[in-house]
């Protein structure tokens, strides 16, 4: 091999060995550890692991806290997921628009994606205290206040009102990336055709902008399955176990009961959950596609 591109591939491994060895440390590393917990019981204190095999996911499963859990989490996303995309590109094609004050409005609605999480749900517990921003709000129309986290029916939505706080701005600037690349010839040769409003929606934009839909649609189911801290913060779960949702449950199981090897094995339920709606979203983007 000539010594230039033996340089060049010392430079190019230099370059990647930083992120390799995040990758191995921060994902692969646990994942291994989380399985090999999984199958092994892991007390806490001086004993050595022993050899279990799958007793551990028998109990998980037969207990009822993880199924409430599962339940709870497909529950959240089947309902949040299709509310963040849908609210972020209506927003995506109404910024996209040369209106007066789109940028600020744009600026303003991606700003609590620059909060972190845990800072955002200390701010809503804030906004959901008997005696907070909200149901003062309502007392000035004549409206009697909520209790919010504090409702085992009002609780779960609550907690997707916080998240998608936080998320929609998020996706929607990918979105808008996607808007801006689509071709405004398309448009005015539907125009011309006499397509209406919705007509170049539905055969202009959304087959335009199936990339960034379907990137969408796979980030945001994962990043919600990862939902941790406003739940930890606002509700820990409660009440009655309305939101407690898988990550919550890996927490109070690891950190809470000390059951570590119960933990790693609701762990990798849940990355075998998560890999299992990503293929199935993979697949069904890639048949549209055809």
Same mark, same amino acid.
């Given at each position: 091999?000539?010594?230039?591109?033996?340089?060049?591939?010392?430079?190019?491994?230099?370059? *990647?060995?930083?992120?390799?060895?995040?990758?191995?440390?921060?994902?692969?590393?646990?994942?291994?550890?989380?399985?090999?917990?999984? *199958?092994?019981?892991?007390?806490?204190?001086?004993?050595?692991?022993?050899?279990?095999?799958?007793?551990?996911?028998?109990?998980l499963f037969g207990d009822p806290g993880f199924r409430n859990s599962l339940?709870?989490?497909?529950?959240?996303?089947?309902?949040? =997921?299709?509310?963040? &995309?849908?609210?972020?590109?209506?927003?995506?094609?109404?910024? !996209?628009? #040369?209106?007066?004050?789109?940028?600020?409005?744009?600026?303003?609605?991606?700003?609590?994606?620059? /909060?972190?999480? %845990?800072?955002?749900?200390? /701010?809503?517990?804030?906004?959901? #205290?008997?005696?907070?921003?909200? !149901?003062?709000?309502?007392?000035?129309?004549?409206? @009697? @206040?909520?209790?919010?986290?504090?409702?085992?029916?009002?609780?779960?939505?609550? &907690?997707?009102?916080?998240?998608?706080?936080? @998320?929609?701005?998020y996706w929607m600037m990918f979105l808008i990336a996607g808007l801006k690349? &689509?071709?405004?010839? *398309?448009?005015?040769?539907?125009?011309?055709?006499?397509?209406?409003?919705?007509?170049?929606?539905? $055969?202009?934009?959304?087959?335009?902008?199936?990339?960034? *839909?379907?990137?969408?649609?796979?980030?945001?189911?994962?990043? =919600?399955?990862?939902?941790?801290?406003?739940?930890?913060?606002?509700?820990?779960?409660?009440? =009655?176990? #309305?939101?407690?949702?898988?990550? !919550?449950? /890996?927490?109070?199981?690891? $950190?809470?009961?000390?059951?570590?090897? @119960?933990?790693?094995?609701?762990?990798?339920?849940?990355?075998?959950?998560?890999?299992? /709606?990503?293929?199935?979203?993979?697949?069904?983007? %890639?048949?549209?596609?055809?």
């Amino acid at each position: 091999m000539p010594k230039s591109r033996t340089r060049d591939l010392r430079v190019a491994l230099g370059f *990647l060995a930083p992120a390799v060895l995040a990758a191995v440390l921060l994902r692969l590393w646990p994942t291994v550890r989380a399985v090999w917990d999984s *199958l092994h019981s892991t007390p806490l204190g001086f004993e050595s692991p022993s050899w279990v095999g799958l007793d551990q996911f028998a109990a998980l499963f037969g207990d009822p806290g993880f199924r409430n859990s599962l339940g709870v989490t497909v529950l959240f996303g089947v309902i949040v =997921n299709p509310l963040q &995309i849908v609210v972020a590109l209506a927003l995506a094609m109404l910024f !996209n628009q #040369r209106i007066r004050g789109a940028g600020l409005m744009r600026s303003l609605v991606f700003l609590p994606v620059a /909060i972190p999480q %845990s800072v955002s749900a200390v /701010i809503w517990a804030v906004a959901f #205290r008997p005696d907070g921003p909200l !149901n003062g709000t309502l007392a000035l129309f004549g409206l @009697g @206040g909520l209790a919010y986290t504090a409702s085992p029916v009002q609780a779960l939505p609550s &907690i997707m009102l916080v998240v998608s706080w936080i @998320g929609v701005g998020y996706w929607m600037m990918f979105l808008i990336a996607g808007l801006k690349e &689509i071709d405004p010839a *398309l448009y005015d040769a539907a125009a011309i055709d006499g397509a209406g409003m919705w007509a170049r929606f539905r $055969y202009v934009t959304v087959p335009q902008l199936r990339r960034q *839909l379907g990137f969408v649609l796979v980030a945001d189911t994962v990043s =919600n399955l990862l939902l941790f801290a406003p739940v930890q913060i606002l509700t820990k779960g409660g009440p =009655n176990g #309305r939101t407690d949702v898988l990550m !919550n449950d /890996i927490f109070e199981r690891a $950190y809470t009961q000390g059951d570590v090897g @119960g933990a790693a094995a609701a762990t990798v339920v849940l990355v075998v959950v998560a890999l299992a /709606i990503v293929i199935v979203q993979f697949r069904l983007l %890639s048949r549209s596609e055809a």
